[in-house]
């Protein structure tokens, strides 16, 4: 074992990589929080001062604090990200890489983005690594990769501290593991302390011998990035519901961040606290179900969480008790534990079924002992010597064939819970800042059943086909997607310019577990509508488009605010009809009319009465007594905005919504001209008292949207 080189200076740890690997620096860093911004921006500062030194990262999800795009949004964000953000520090590459002010000997490669945030950005466009999440470690050390930066997490024990990654093993433990294995010479890990990071346990630990560099400085440590918790809507609510009633109890659940993850998990509360209200829900909004997944009864088995993104849903389900359905690493105990016959206190009959399935022989091996012993089966005292079970005075034979030994082995040897269990597996955490709080406070024994550990072993099957086929029966893999074809594939991450919204990330490979684990289902939700750039609503679901990321042979389900529509293994006709019966009914002619004048539906085929009354404002009433009853919230799961800022949240988004239309524009500045909102509104952006007359028109473009 080789101790790390530990420095207590940013600036030593960087002089001591460079003697190290020299001035060509290739580095990989995890996607999102798990980032070292203070040290990779020491380091970008000695690439912009030296030209001499060459750096290039491969990375994805750069994340920094919020800004505005106008005067006002600024005014708004400033305290809202000074209280919550906190010392965060944006990392400086990804405001030269925004600014077009990259150095010529830096190279920044992501293969994830921030959604919408490089559009037109020529150097992040041309620059972009299109791979899937499974490959990124693979893809990344094609490229030469010679450091892994990575921020970790300290726990101080009487034993000296100890190390883990947090937040970010989704690649961590794969590019170590894969450069050992491919004979990768002299990839320097360099693990930086974050002492606001919560401390994960179990594959989340990091040894110290697999850190080359170790950097503690106070420099190191500050607030985590922590998105606020978005507004659900009607069109999220209507989506969510819907998908909610696909998931199978006693299954395996796969959800993402931001308002329909989060509309997605306050429907599954809703669905075990309040079940006669979730059915109503559902006949109210009237729209078709999964006919062969219809599931809305409350929880008795409970889920089990396994996601690429362990997000504030999932704790929120935690918490609720409904990610609940322990897992456990062998195949034949998982087996026995899906089909009931084993539960999870070791008992005789625990000990017989063992023994048929043969995964134990009798006598026991060593083997069989540590496996016994590892889940708790048997109690943490039991020791095997000489071919006999002891504890304390205790002496037993090994022999649980026998069946008066064995009954012996129960009422002696047993331990009192099946240990090592895992409710949640996930690749990497980002979320609220109670969520982080929540994470730093959990029971030991709570947080022990949360696995946070590799991208490859959550998002695919291969090499573990058994193990994965236990764990997720009956999974939901439920994603999100940005327009849906009349035929069935899903433009999910980029444009027909060619220009990336975001990445693939590991939807790819979440839609391809759906069609290869037994009972599972591929999920992708959108909303059936948005307002284009004409500020005229426009269809998400479209004829064709001329980029796609999940082709149509991958078609399964597809869920709006109108419905579900499964459309695994039906002809394009019967595609056609029920992505139509989900389509917003502004624009189901003109689709339906496209598909007849390609010859891939009947002429005569008409869409049913019931199916034309797919509209907005049919959606809000259907919801109505459930928001007066005050069971659809905005923040089902609360926020970081005040109710100063909820307000001019909303009257902000109104003024957005406005600049596409003129003269609601100028109606907006008329009202608010005579408009006398509270005072405490217009002081908190700073236009109680305007100073000139930008600052008029600004007071009352605000006023008259409040």
Known sequence: MTAPLRC?????????????????????MPLGIGKPNAWINALYRRAKADPTLKLKIFTALSLDRPRGKSALEQRFLGPFVERVFGNYPDMDYSIDVKRNALPPNVEICEFFLKTGEYLGNANAQSNYVYSNYTHAVRDALAQGVNVFAQAIAVEDTPDGPRYSMSCNTDLTIDALEQANRDGVQHMHLIGVVNRELPFMPNDALLPEEDISILVDDPASTHTIFAPPNMKVDDQDYGIALYSSST?????TLQIGIGSLGDGIAHALILRDRDNGTYRAMLKALGGPLHAGHNYQEAFTEGLYGCSEMFVNGFMELIDAGIIRREVFDNVALQTLLNAGKVGLIPDEAMLEALLEARAIGSPLSRADFDFLHHFGILHADVRLEDGALLRGAERLPATPADPAVRKEIAARMLGERLTHGRLMHGGFFIGPTHFYDRLRTMPRELLAKINMTRISFINQVMGQEQLAATHRRDARFINTTMMVTLLGAAVSDGLDTGNLVSGVGGQYNFVAMGHTLPGALSILM????????????????????GHVTIPRHLRDVYITEYGIADVRGQSDADVIKRLLAITDSRFQDELLARAKANGKI???????????????????????EFHQRG??????????LDATELTLAKALMKLKAQQKSPLSLVGSLIRGLSATPKPELLARMGLDQPKDLKEKLMRALVAGNL
Do not use: C, H
């Open 631 to 640: 069971l659809l919230p905005d923040f089902p799961f609360g926020t970081d």
């Open 526 to 545: 959108l909303r059936s509508w948005r307002i284009g750039k004409d500020g005229k609503p426009t269809s998400n679901i479209v004829w064709n488009y």
């Open 247 to 251: 998931v199978k109890d006693g299954g």
């Open 602 to 624: 009947a002429q005569d085929y008409q869409i049913p009465p019931e199916q034309r009354q797919n509209l907005p404002e049919v959606l809000s009433q259907r919801l109505a």
């Open 8 to 28: 207590a200076r940013i600036e030593d740890s960087i002089d001591a990589l460079i003697d190290r690997v020299g001035k060509n620096i290739v580095m990989a």
